[in-house]
Structures are given as C-alpha cells and as structure tokens.
C-alpha cells in the first residue's frame, strides 16, 4: 500500500521558515515526479513546485519563486519543500504528490497518489 505522508507544517510568523516532508512508503520516489499543492480556504487548489522524474527540472509557482526550494533525499525516500520569507498568503493545506509515469512538471496534473496534506499558517 502506497502512502505519502507529509509533515513540517504549523503556525508560523511572517518572514518565518518551514520545512515541509513528503516521506513516502510503498513507493520508491527516487524517479518519480513529486509535486506539492496548496488550497487555502475558499480558492481553488494550485500547484506550488514540482521535481521532474529525473530530477533535473523544477518547477514553482511566479509567488514563490526564489522563496520555496524543492529537493528530494533519495537514501531518506522523501522529498522536502524549504519555504522562506513566508507571508499570511502563503496560508494553506499543503500536498504532495507523486507520480510514476508522468516525466515533466509542465502542465502537471497529479494522477497517482496524494499525501493527506499539512496545515502551514503564518499569521503575526
């Protein structure tokens, strides 16, 4: 049985870090594309970065870039999203994904497996 768990989240102040896990368990992530989604309340989920199979690639939303940096342990089987410079928008239920036959982050929908999410507030 596949499971991807992620933790890290919590309550945070603004300009703070996190560091969000995606540990999986039944799957090998080593080649695998792994994203991680967010939905805040009352918006639409969105894609917030993702790691191609072959790690050579990432992808981040416009918002996050040059704050959030994806990266995946392969010894450890998980892959982790390093967060910085956290503003109150940022607020949400974080999700990874992975997938085993899909290759590249462009125009990446999840089709395989889904973590159960993890709570990231930064509020003062």
């Known amino acids: 049985q596949v499971q991807l768990v992620e933790s890290g989240g919590g309550l945070v102040q603004p300009g703070g870090s996190l560091r969000l896990s995606c540990a999986a368990s039944?799957?090998?992530?080593?080649?695998?594309?792994i994203g991680w989604f967010r939905q805040a309340p009352g918006k639409e989920r969105e894609g917030v970065s993702c790691?191609?199979?072959?790690?050579?690639?990432?992808y981040y939303l416009d918002s996050v870039k040059g704050r959030f940096t994806i990266s995946r342990d392969n010894a450890k089987n998980t892959v982790y999203l390093q967060m910085n410079s956290l503003t109150p928008e940022d607020t949400a239920v974080y999700y990874c994904?992975?997938?085993?036959?899909?290759?590249?982050?462009?125009?990446?929908?999840?089709?395989?497996?889904w973590g159960q999410g993890t709570q990231v507030t930064v509020s003062s």
């Open positions: 994904t992975a997938d085993v036959h899909i290759r590249y982050c462009t125009g990446y929908v999840p089709q395989d497996y």
């Open positions: 039944g799957l090998s992530l080593e080649h695998d594309l």
């Open positions: 790691i191609d199979s072959s790690g050579d690639s990432r």
